[in-house]
């Protein structure tokens, strides 16, 4: 349920309602827009139902919110949300991009794309130094070795570390080198992951599940958010479907549902959502007209000689020709790229 208090309600008679709400033993979650102020009450039906908080002064209405998920609705924060990660603000208008090697292979390499990454004007660096791989005998990642590379290619350039993390018990540690953390696809579900990485005091980049629908996505996202962090932002990166020639088939139609459905930021990764470097561009263009707030883009200095993923990352030439465009595209769209 969503209270709306009338324009001209009162602190007191707000301060009542959020009383009167708690007393009930349920929680509110309180939203102060422009002009009004929201107050969000998550609980028992009954209990709310009880309340007849319509009767109550200074309220003008009181919407039941039909979804199952609530923090992260629309209906419950209706203004977009901006997730601020280190002093970059993702959402609100602005273009975020993170770019760099799907894992963190060596010190020279991990440098050798951050200076790549950053010359192209990206604001983060991705690189994962536990690497989540379908099989056992692939490149597993440098573990915290990485993640000290990760931490020494921010101080050399400035950009924001965004990593994934695949296990509870890693959390705090990817949480102390990290500027946000990533929750990958394989895990979208991991639910103990997300209410760690949800009191990890970090944002989250919570990617889509391998064949996740957006309502079970949404849901995701409500676990780390009611753990109390707000600061999620989600990452379209393709899903399974019969296709075969793409590895995944990019659902560009989530960018516009998700904004319909949701208040979080939403960002588009067309390296994983194809798996071929080819259609990065095309891809890329297409989220950032559809209204993504941001790419996370696979570049190698060398995407011939990669651990993993080489054939959908993108060489030191081809992503600073994607990035003139991008660039260019997001100035005729009004966004800024900071
Ligand atoms: C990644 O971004 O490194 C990754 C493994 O992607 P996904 O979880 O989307 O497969
Ligand atoms: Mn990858």
Not at 22 to 31: D, I, K, M, P
Not at 50 to 71: C, D, F, N, T
Not at 124 to 141: I, M, N, V
Not at 158 to 186: H, W
Request: glycine share 10%; with cysteine; proline share 4%.
């Amino acid at each position: 349920m969503v209270i709306v208090m009338n324009q001209n309600a009162t602190g007191e008679q707000i301060k009542r309602i959020i009383g009167r709400v708690h007393q009930a033993g349920l929680r509110t979650h309180v939203v102060e827009g422009e002009f009004r102020t929201i107050i969000g009450i998550i609980g028992d039906k009954k209990t709310i139902m009880a309340l007849a908080v319509e009767a109550l002064e200074g309220v003008e209405k009181a919407v039941p919110i039909s979804s199952s998920y609530k923090l992260v609705s629309r209906d419950f924060h209706p203004q977009s949300s901006i997730v601020d990660v280190s002093g970059v603000k993702i959402g609100g208008g602005s273009l975020v991009v993170m770019g760099g090697p799907c894992a963190v292979e060596s010190r020279e390499q991990l440098m050798e794309a951050a200076h790549i990454v950053k010359e192209g004007g990206a604001q983060f660096l991705r690189g994962g130094a536990y690497k989540p791989r379908t099989s056992p005998y692939a490149f597993q990642g440098l573990e915290e070795e990485g993640l000290i590379y990760l931490a020494e290619a921010r101080e050399a350039t400035g950009l924001k570390i965004v990593t994934e993390v695949t296990d509870v018990t890693a959390v705090d540690l990817v949480a102390s080198y990290a500027d946000m953390l990533q929750i990958g696809a394989r895990n979208m579900q991991n639910f103990h992951l997300l209410k760690a990485v949800g009191r990890s005091g970090k944002p989250v980049l919570l990617k889509r599940g391998l064949s996740a629908t957006i309502e079970e996505w949404l849901h995701a996202a409500e676990y780390i958010v009611n753990e109390g962090n707000y600061d999620v932002v989600l990452c379209e990166r393709g899903i399974r479907t019969y296709e075969e020639y793409t590895r995944n088939t990019l659902d560009l139609s989530a960018v516009g549902a998700l904004k319909h459905l949701s208040h979080l930021p939403v960002i588009v990764d067309p390296s994983h959502g194809t798996g071929k470097w080819h259609l990065v561009r095309s891809m890329s263009m297409a989220a950032v007209a559809a209204g993504a707030d941001g790419l996370m883009i696979e570049v190698h200095p060398n995407p011939a000689e990669a651990l993993s993923d080489g054939p959908q990352s993108l060489n030191p030439g081809n992503y600073m020709a994607l990035m003139k465009d991008i660039i260019k595209l997001a100035d005729f769209l009004n966004n800024e790229v900071r």
